[in-house]
């Protein structure tokens, strides 16, 4: 049962800032634990397992999810981990027809909408997938609750986090998130 006097979550997100609002946004997910489900790296550079490919397939497939609302920008999969950069182009553009489930007024999307829906599309397919393929298991879930996210403020941090995320591989064993 939840108790406010004992259960603190602290937000790491930034107080009073609009995550809807229209700009690029590094963000990081890493598995439950640190498991290895991905695939690994090999002479610095990563081969994709099954699933590993199947998360990268739903990242790509989050830019028709939220159709004309963002635009997916460099992505790596790691074995345990997840780094992509997810630009928000605002509102729904003009003249975008309305979906059924559409309402007026609808607002934009935030990271927090996308990532979720990220990690809950990739959840389901995994599950989906220990029982069809005898995909490796996981303990209660593949993502960690949260994730980490970084607002990318002018070309130079744009160029030098686009810089890391291809070049991740090849610092694998130094990596924080790297384990034995």
């Not at 995994?126 to 996210?149: A, C, L, S, T």
Request: hydrophobic share 35%.
């Amino acid at each position: 049962m939840y108790n406010p006097d004992i259960h603190h979550r602290r937000s790491i997100r930034l107080r009073e800032y609009d995550y809807s609002k229209a700009g690029l946004y590094f963000v990081t997910i890493c598995t439950q634990h640190r498991q290895l489900l991905f695939g690994s790296i090999t002479n610095g550079n990563m081969i994709l397992n099954d699933a590993g490919h199947m998360v990268a397939t739903q990242w790509r497939e989050l830019s028709i999810r939220f159709d004309g609302m963002i635009r997916l920008h460099e992505y790596i999969v790691m074995p345990n981990h997840f780094h992509g950069i997810i630009e928000l182009v605002g509102a729904y553009p003009c003249g975008r027809p309305l979906l059924q489930d559409d309402q007026l007024g609808k607002t934009a999307p935030h990271i927090g909408n996308i990532v979720g829906a990220f990690k809950s599309i990739t959840t389901t397919k995994y599950i989906e997938y220990v029982k069809q393929n005898d995909w490796k298991p996981f303990e209660k879930r593949i993502w960690q609750r949260n994730y980490h996210e970084h607002i990318i403020r002018d070309e130079s941090a744009y160029l030098n986090i686009t810089n890391y995320i291809k070049t991740n591989p090849e610092r694998w064993i130094d990596d924080c998130y790297h384990i034995s």
